[in-house]
């Protein structure tokens, strides 16, 4: 048990609209990362957030933003909504810098755009 | 040429057989080396770290070749428990993923 979790499980939504993901630790981690898999392809790195700021990202475009609150809630907010943006989005806990621990990722949201 | 590279598989073996993945990555910088194990609609899962001078848990065995910029898993006695996607994973804090290799393991 990762301590992760993820909301909602499942999610649809048409081209052009824009979607919020949520992702929350047990135990508070100060690092967290989220990731898109898409059917067939292993998890691409979107970004990280560390201490509320943005501490790393991916090859995606600027509609991906995310947030990270005091309580190390996190959110994946996506616009405008293109049906390649269809995948399992999986938020992982990360150990913080200087540790030597990998990341521990929640069960993941799965997103169908239409 | 992708950041991390796998067999594409997939891998359909008898139960007791030995299987051999295979993954190079890219980055010569690279420090951190995870194989993750992922059940079909599950997330993934940590297998095991891998080490320059290889390490061994149970029934697997990881190897990493950093002058070839590659990294091995081998699964002995494959069980039935052991059908999953396999994967390669170089990074710490944005860990860059390999597609997978897909694992049947058959009675």
């Known amino acids: 048990e990762t301590g992760v979790t993820q909301s909602p499980t499942h999610l649809i939504k048409t081209r052009g609209q824009q979607v919020t993901l949520r992702c929350s630790s047990q135990s508070g981690h100060n690092t967290v990362s989220w990731y898109q898999q898409a059917l067939g392809q292993g998890p691409q790195f979107i970004f990280q957030?560390?201490?509320?700021?943005?501490?790393g990202r991916g090859n995606f475009p600027p509609r991906f933003s995310g947030l990270q609150f005091p309580n190390y809630s996190s959110e994946l907010n996506v616009n405008a909504l293109e049906l390649d943006d269809s995948a399992l989005y999986l938020c992982?806990?990360?150990?913080?810098?200087?540790?030597?621990?990998?990341?521990?990722f929640g069960p993941g949201t799965r997103l169908l755009v239409l | 040429r992708k950041e991390v590279e796998q067999d594409p598989g997939p891998f359909n073996v008898p139960e007791g057989a030995t299987v051999a993945f295979n993954c190079t990555y890219s980055?010569?910088?690279?420090?951190?080396f995870f194989w993750y194990r992922q059940d079909c609609r599950k997330e993934p899962k940590l297998l095991m770290s891998?080490?320059?001078s290889g390490n061994e848990d149970g029934r697997f065995t990881a190897q990493l070749n950093r002058a070839s910029q590659y990294i091995s898993l081998l699964i002995r006695d494959s069980k039935l428990s052991d059908s999953a996607t396999y994967l390669c994973v170089v990074g710490h804090n944005d860990m860059r993923f390999g597609a997978g290799t897909r694992l049947t393991v058959k009675p």
């Open positions: 992982a806990r990360n150990p913080g810098r200087g540790s030597e621990e990998t990341q521990y």
């Open positions: 891998v080490y320059s």
């Open positions: 957030y560390y201490r509320e700021e943005e501490n």
């Open positions: 980055n010569s910088a690279s420090q951190s």
